[in-house]
């Protein structure tokens, strides 16, 4: 638990609303300009590759018996927990937004939270730590490719303008 506290600390930090608000994203548009976090594409690549490698140094020492862990209400296992940011990633930014197909055909069998229930997830046939990492390598590079286009785009309006003045 104390791990996981601490990956998620390194990610960035976003403006938070009163307490007990939840905050909405609309996130069905084709193509988000305006990241919440007011980065800018390269910066959010940046941060992901950064999450990424953390994810990967945390979880490299440890055996497939402790990627699995105890059976617990309060956690997931460690290596269905990996493969969920993946498939979170890919459901919301690349398969919601933008319409791709998923990397991994059962994907949503393995790692869609609001279907797979919690007591099912340590006796799932899940990809061993070396095949969950290329799934996650393979949405990283997806999405950097997106933020990539974006990019482009962004330099294309932004000389359109300048020369319009």
């Not at 990956?7 to 976003?14: E, K, M, N, Q, S």
């Not at 193509?31 to 959010?44: D, I, K, M, N």
């Amino acid at each position: 638990m104390r791990a996981q506290r601490d990956a998620a600390t390194a990610l960035p930090v976003r403006a938070l609303g009163p307490g007990g608000v939840i905050r909405t994203i609309f996130m069905d548009q084709a193509v988000s300009e305006h990241p919440t976090s007011g980065a800018t594409p390269a910066e959010l690549a940046s941060q992901l590759h950064e999450v990424r490698a953390r994810t990967q140094r945390l979880t490299n020492e440890l055996s497939p018996a402790q990627l699995m862990g105890p059976q617990l209400d309060i956690v997931n296992p460690v290596l269905w927990e990996t493969g969920h940011v993946g498939w979170f990633h890919e459901y919301w930014t690349l398969r919601h937004c933008h319409g791709q197909p998923p990397a991994i055909a059962r994907a949503d069998d393995l790692w869609n939270s609001s279907t797979v229930p919690h007591d099912t997830r340590w006796s799932l046939d899940l990809p061993d730590r070396d095949a969950t990492f290329a799934y996650l390598a393979t949405v990283l590079e997806r999405q950097c490719d997106r933020l990539a286009a974006i990019s482009t785009s962004w330099r294309s309006v932004t000389r359109t303008c300048m020369s319009r003045r």
